[in-house]
């Protein structure tokens, strides 16, 4: 349970009292959505929360408040006799008060249960299924938008939403893209185009993360390119296990795309890639000055991708879990352009 992973790594950090301000870490910490301060100790959890969740919280004991003044009551009341408190975040009423900001959090995040990693295998799961049925039609007079809303019914006929919602995005189509995070366009997805599609969905609260490149008729350029970033993230994928720099990977990527012919710095645009849970986009992010290593359990998104002037772009990204031994991906379309 998350609680219990919350508490193990309190007691390694020598925190007693623990307030969580952040929405992700308390629907992390609760797992349902919520929002306001929840209070954590080694035997008690308590939740100030607003009247918006006083039919839906379950499980926890709440104090609702209506108001920011009754907020701030509730709150001081929580606070009072509390001694050597710690919390997510040093926002709204808790400035007032001698709380020291930890990033608990992010180290009990990072690793991810047996039960978290069943619920994001199955988004994985679900999100596979939708790419696969999104590329039958891709290239059958659909446009950008088209393809997105293809990608939105399949996943609300299986009762799930989108990953990227709370990040204020959508799942993304982009043909020939050179900007990786545009908005779709009405443009009609032509055979000859490269097409990224890059989708999630959240299942249980938990998210997947997958993107996937292609082409009906590709060039000799779009397939170099395609097959470049393919053996990229293969390489990396191979890599990787517990104890393996975070930074070594970012590297290795840097590396790769150096040894193919191509310039880091105007055809890399982003990151290698990002931890997954209850938000598709968490610590640690994948980059070179990371301090962090792999663990056994961390769940991550693998993500290289190549961006090239009158060719356009081409992202490959799986949602990988680090194992004992190494690692799996939990999402394996077919990967083919």
Not at 123 to 139: G, V, W
Not at 221 to 228: I, P, R, S, V
Not at 281 to 291: A, K, L
Request: charged share 35%; with cysteine.
């Amino acid at each position: 349970m998350p609680l219990q992973r919350i508490r193990e790594v309190m007691d390694e950090e020598g925190i007693s009292n623990l307030v969580l301000t952040d929405e992700s870490n308390i629907t992390y910490a609760l797992g349902q959505k919520a929002s306001g301060y929840l209070f954590i100790t080694d035997e008690d959890v308590e939740l100030v929360a607003s009247k918006f969740y006083q039919y839906s919280i379950e499980g926890v004991e709440t104090a609702f408040a209506g108001s920011r003044t009754e907020f701030e009551e509730l709150l001081e009341e929580k606070m009072e006799g509390l001694e050597d408190v710690s919390a997510d975040s040093l926002s709204g009423g808790l400035k007032e008060y001698d709380v020291d900001e930890t990033d608990v959090m992010s180290v009990a995040r990072e690793v991810k249960t047996e039960e978290e990693i069943k619920k994001i295998r199955e988004a994985c799961k679900i999100t596979t299924e939708n790419i696969e049925n999104l590329r039958k039609n891709l290239f059958s007079g659909l446009t950008e938008w088209g393809a997105v809303s293809e990608l939105t019914d399949f996943y609300a006929e299986r009762g799930v939403g989108s990953s990227f919602v709370t990040n204020e995005g959508y799942d993304l189509v982009h043909r020939n893209c050179l900007s990786p995070h545009r908005d779709p366009k009405d443009d009609l997805i032509r055979e000859g185009d490269l097409v990224i599609v890059d989708t999630g969905c959240r299942k249980d609260l938990y998210c997947s993360d997958v993107t996937r490149t292609y082409c009906k008729n590709p060039s000799e350029k779009q397939e170099k390119l395609f097959n470049d970033v393919k053996n990229i993230q293969a390489s990396i994928i191979e890599m990787m296990e517990p104890g393996v720099k975070i930074s070594e990977l970012a590297q290795k990527m840097d590396d790769l795309v150096d040894q193919k012919g191509y310039d880091v710095e105007k055809n890399v645009l982003h990151l290698l890639g990002h931890s997954v849970g209850v938000e598709v986009h968490e610590n640690p992010s994948i980059h070179s000055e990371s301090e962090k290593e792999l663990k056994e359990n961390m769940v991550l998104a693998i993500e290289p991708a190549i961006y090239v002037e009158d060719i356009g772009g081409v992202r490959i990204e799986d949602t990988v879990l680090v194992k004992e031994d190494g690692c799996e991906k939990l999402s394996d379309p077919q990967n083919k352009l």
